[in-house]
Nanobody, 123 residues
Framework: QVQLVESGGGLVQAGDSLRLSCAAS????????MGWFRQAPGKEREFVAA????????YYLDSVKGRFTISRDSAKNTVYLQMSSLRPEDTAVYYC????????????????WGQGTQVTVSE
């Protein structure tokens, strides 16, 4: 079993930066691929970014490429999502997810989910 706890969300203005953190416990962190997803009101949950088990491979939703960076710190059992040049359309609840399989952009691949953290970007 894996427990995931996100933090770092908040209210920011367009163009600002924010860093989300996701602390994992309950299973060897280095065995897990990690992902970030988001869900805006009235919309489907969508993939944002994913990183493989050792951090040397990452991929992103096209609309966040060049603005968001996913990274992981095995010493802290934590995965991060650094977000810059935020836009109002980035407003959503952001979820951290973990899988013992290969990293993926499909939410069905992830067995473990955090509770979510709200990110609101104003004009």
């Amino acid at each position: 079993q894996v427990q995931l706890v996100e933090s770092g969300g908040g209210l920011v203005q367009a163009g600002d930066s924010l860093r989300l953190s996701c602390a994992a416990s309950g299973r060897i962190f280095s065995s897990l691929a990690m992902g970030w997803f988001r869900q805006a009101p009235g919309k489907e949950r969508e993939f944002v970014a994913a990183v493989n088990w050792n951090g040397n491979s990452a991929y992103y939703l096209d609309s966040v490429k060049g603005r968001f960076t996913i990274s992981r710190d095995s010493a802290k059992n934590t995965v991060y999502l650094q977000m810059s040049s935020l836009r109002p359309e980035d407003t959503a609840v952001y979820y951290c997810a973990a899988t013992a399989m290969r990293s993926s952009s499909y939410s069905e691949s992830y067995a473990y989910w955090g509770q979510g953290t709200q990110v609101t970007v104003s004009e």
